[in-house]
């Protein structure tokens, strides 16, 4: 590839990847992939928590943290969220044939495959029924609703995909012999639906039943029907469906620096398949007893950041846990482990490295590649490395760009491109199907890819990011033919990939680094300007575009990509079927794009025209689901329009000013939170310095002035993220800024203390400086707790308790920090909004549709004093400090 290695990544591979290597254990692997398939070949809920407790014990036994999350069934169904209808669990499934013989069909008992997951259950009894064949759905359509009431149908059709006819004939229920390539002696993994009944199937289903057979047993019984005409089965299937819940299970390798900031592996359990997951589930396994076998004997530091290691049900359990768990900020990156380890002639040597998400951080693909290559130069059990793209497995949808995280997938599930292997889902998926040393390399491979990126920091940031602009270039140059659209596309890439390397910063001099990175922009940039762009030609496609006004622009409102499967009203998914987009055209929503624009972006990644009317049909979609606002272009706001209405509240060119602000409030900047800031920035000018919070409040365990977020909101957030941006060492109440002054301001926040007279908003109180609210009150005005600190207060110790940073060295240190009051202060900042106001002291106005307000520092300072003069005296409200 052309992809030049980083050095420290050449490191790694020589010198800690053959100890990985060294450390797997083909047998316990095995016998750990056998018990996993013990209680998941069941395909019931109740032995789907006998799995998690398997996991949970095999992460213990390792050594490392383990967490299980429950997850309910039932609750918002049709709102396209990731969510389970119902728990089901199995009690009994037999099939016997009465007439004209006596004979067993099947009993889920011997083979749980024989039953179609949501079956329905019938009279404990059982329910007599003749069968009746139906072969296409041609004939299916042919039959009236209740036309075969009471019968059994028996068809190789997928039950699946035509669930909604089969019902409405009435009968009692279905029984598939649909084959499997090359094992005819093998019985189909079929479902009803995936997450549960799809939305619009009728109530009856509660009763309609689904079996399964094998080709061979198909032949037989079809033979039968041939010899006698008239076959009478007797069916008992007792399934108990219930709200009840589903589990994730975590095994988390604690990072030594910032346990906080997690990469994640992806490889579900809940499937009765050995290679379809069984194999996933224990190579996770096996992942975390090497790394902590060998941190044990000090052959390897334990990474700066935590591994999480998360197996749950497919997507239904990662992407509701995803919503559900709240965090700090999304991983940094992962990995999908999904039907890993086969033998070379399940695979037909093929093992395959799927690239993340279109637009997700591409450096991880690069970053695995050479570790995979590596890996099987030290031992390879006849695996072919092929790179593949992208493929929705749906988990790879998590590689989502804004509310996920890069996310490449590792498999061995196709012998051929794009075609599965052929004993895929279905009972022929046994462990036979697994080679112990080709599931160990796959062990190390992801071990490595783990390690690297859990440990890596600013230097390696630097090397990734010079190799991937390399890279970059290299791509642009290859044809220098390109339309303008596809040059803007890889660069688009570039600096998506460019962005989160920032993610992996890690002591060093931070202006040094971004301006390295702003430098591999530019040469980005410069090549792209440099090619020939033509125009872009595709295939003409018949539409009435002209009827569509493409000048809106879609917001995204909600994490990740509804299930269309099963969780959504039948209206809605019809229209999403028909644009005949990819969920992960989604991911472009980023409100700055128009539908117009998005649909020259699908072009470009589809290979061929997609039109706005598909793209406008797509977000409408996804807006009638509640996962996007499609904003109209007169509701958007200009730059020239927010550097008016800040000229109209009297901000002006030199002011020093402190902003307090939500976004929301102001409406849609054209370009996000980045225009507010910019705007900002243009309205005081050269002189100016613009100051805002940039705290996390202590939602940070580790402070990284370099990476982590701020809890102020999204302006704030833009803000101190910019190269030119100064940010202080606070653990707790960093501020940034930006101007002349900035690095005066910001200097000695960690010995100064928040909030006492050397802090940075202190220096700007009383260095004339200004405080602007946009959409918030002086509620959220820091500068009062200066006032507070400086009567003095008792409630407020800048240095009472203990915090941890990352320093410019790159080690964690304790130092001292906030400890805020224990109780409310009796005197509200509430009256500052009054007094202020009742004075005359403070220019109202508007800022987009925020109310906004502009005071001196000062006067606040000065007043809260005033507030307070009565009450800190007498007052016994504590600090709180930790123990
Ligand atoms: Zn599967
Ligand atoms: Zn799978």
């Not at 950041?305 to 940094?332: H, M, V, W």
């Not at 002086?778 to 203990?802: L, Q, R």
Request: overall charge negative; glycine content about 8%; aromatic content about 6%.
């Amino acid at each position: 590839m052309a992809w030049p290695i980083p050095i420290s990544l050449t490191k790694f591979c020589q010198k800690t990847l053959p100890l990985l290597s060294h450390q797997v254990k083909e047998d316990r692997l095995m016998e750990t992939v056998a018990t996993i398939i013990e209680t998941d070949q069941w395909n019931s809920f109740d032995h789907f928590h006998d799995t998690t407790k398997t996991l949970v014990r095999y992460y213990q036994d390792a050594d490392v943290d383990v967490e299980v999350t429950s997850l309910p069934t039932g609750g918002k169904i049709g709102s396209g969220r990731w969510i389970i209808h119902q728990a089901a669990n199995v009690k009994k499934a037999t099939v016997d044939i009465v007439a004209p013989v006596d004979q067993r069909l099947l009993d889920y008992h011997e083979n749980p495959w024989h039953l179609i997951q949501w079956s329905g259950s019938t009279p404990t009894e059982g329910i007599e029924s003749q069968i009746v064949i139906i072969n296409s759905r041609k004939e299916l359509d042919r039959i009236p609703a209740r036309g075969l009431a009471g019968k059994m149908i028996l068809t190789d059709l997928n039950p699946r995909h035509h669930l909604r006819k089969l019902i409405s004939t009435g009968a009692v229920g279905v029984i598939t012999d649909r084959p499997i390539p090359n094992s005819p002696e093998a019985v189909g993994w079929t479902k009803f639906g995936w997450g549960g009944i799809p939305i619009g199937v009728t109530g009856d289903q509660q009763d309609f039943v689904g079996l399964v057979i094998s080709k061979t047993q198909g032949i037989k019984l079809r033979q039968l029907l041939q010899k006698h005409d008239k076959v009478t089965v007797r069916t008992q299937v007792d399934i108990d469906r219930y709200d009840g819940s589903h589990d994730v299970v975590s095994g988390i390798i604690r990072g030594a620096d910032d346990p906080q900031d997690e990469l994640w592996v992806l490889a579900h359990s809940a499937e009765p398949g050995a290679h379809d997951n069984a194999s996933g589930a224990a190579l996770c396994v096996e992942v975390a007893r090497i790394i902590t076998e060998l941190i044990a004997q000090k052959q390897l530091p334990r990474p700066k950041r935590s591994i999480r290691f998360l197996n749950a049900y497919e997507c239904y359990g990662f992407f509701k846990y995803l919503e559900d768990t709240r965090r700090l900020q999304a991983p940094l990156a992962g990995v999908v482990v999904d039907t890993i380890g086969s033998k070379s002639e399940v695979c037909n040597s093929r093992l395959e490295w799927h690239a993340t998400i279109p637009m997700s951080a591409g450096f991880v693909d690069r970053v695995g590649e050479a570790i995979i290559h590596a890996t099987l130069n030290l031992s390879n059990p006849g695996y072919q490395l092929h790179l593949e793209p992208f493929v929705s497995t749906s988990d790879t949808l998590i590689g989502d760009p804004k509310y996920g995280f890069p996310t490449p997938w590792l498999t061995t599930h196709h012998q051929a491109q794009n075609v599965g292997f052929d004993a895929y889902h279905s009972s022929a998926d046994t462990i036979n199907l697994i080679d112990p040393k080709g599931l160990a390399t796959c062990v190390t491979a992801i071990a490595g890819y783990l390690c690297y990126l859990a440990d890596a920091g600013s230097q390696e940031v630097i090397e990734l990011t010079t190799a991937e602009t390399d890279w970059t270039i290299n791509q642009l140059q290859k044809s220098p033919e390109k339309s303008a659209a596809k040059v803007n596309y890889i660069r688009h890439s570039h600096q998506e990939t460019v962005n989160r390397l920032k993610r992996w910063m890690w002591g060093g001099d931070r202006k040094e680094i971004l301006a390295h990175l702003d430098n591999c922009q530019l040469q980005v940039q410069e090549t792209a300007s440099s090619i020939t762009s033509r125009p872009i030609t595709f295939r003409k496609v018949q539409t009435q575009e002209e009827d569509i006004n493409g000048q809106v622009y879609p917001h995204r409102t909600v994490l990740l990509s509804p299930d269309w499967g099963n969780n959504t009203n039948p209206e809605i998914r019809l229209k999403m079927e028909k644009s005949r987009l990819k969920p992960w055209a989604l991911f472009w929503a980023d409100s700055n794009r128009s539908l117009k624009e998005i649909s020259d972006i699908l072009s470009i990644e589809y290979g061929k025209k997609v039109t706005l009317k598909q793209v406008t049909s797509f977000f409408e979609a996804h807006q009638a689901l509640g996962y996007v606002k499609l904003i109209k272009a007169k509701d958007r706001i200009s730059k020239s329009q927010l550097v008016a209405d800040l000229h109209q509240l009297g901000l002006e060119p030199g002011m020093d000013l402190i902003v307090h602000s939500a976004l929301s409030k102001i409406g849609y900047p054209i370009g996000g939170a980045d225009t507010i800031v910019e705007a900002l920035l243009e309205v005081i000018g050269d002189e100016g310095t613009l100051m805002m919070p940039s705290f996390n409040h202590r939602s940070a365990q580790v402070f990284n002035s370099m990476t982590t977020p701020t809890t102020n909101g999204a302006i704030p957030d833009a803000m101190w993220r910019r190269s030119e941006a100064v940010r202080s060492l606070h653990p707790t109440h960093a501020i940034a800024a930006i101007g002349p002054k900035a690095a005066e301001y910001c200097e000695g926040h960690l010995e100064n203390g928040i909030w006492t007279e050397n802090s940075p908003i202190s220096r700007l109180i009383h260095g004339n400086g200004y405080i602007l609210v946009l959409g918030v009150t002086h509620e959220s005005s820091t500068a009062y707790h200066v006032a507070e600190v400086s009567m003095p207060c008792g409630c407020i110790d800048p240095f009472g308790n203990i915090d941890r940073i990352v320093t410019l060295d790159g080690t964690v240190a304790e130092v001292r920090g906030l400890a805020f009051r224990a109780g409310v202060c009796p005197i509200s900042p509430a009256e500052l909004n009054t007094t202020l106001n009742n004075l005359g002291l403070q220019r109202q106005g508007k800022v987009g549709q925020a109310d906004a307000a502009l005071v001196k520092a000062f006067d606040l300072w000065k007043i809260r004093r005033q507030h307070l003069k009565d009450a800190c005296p007498s007052c016994t409200i504590k600090p709180s400090i930790r123990e």
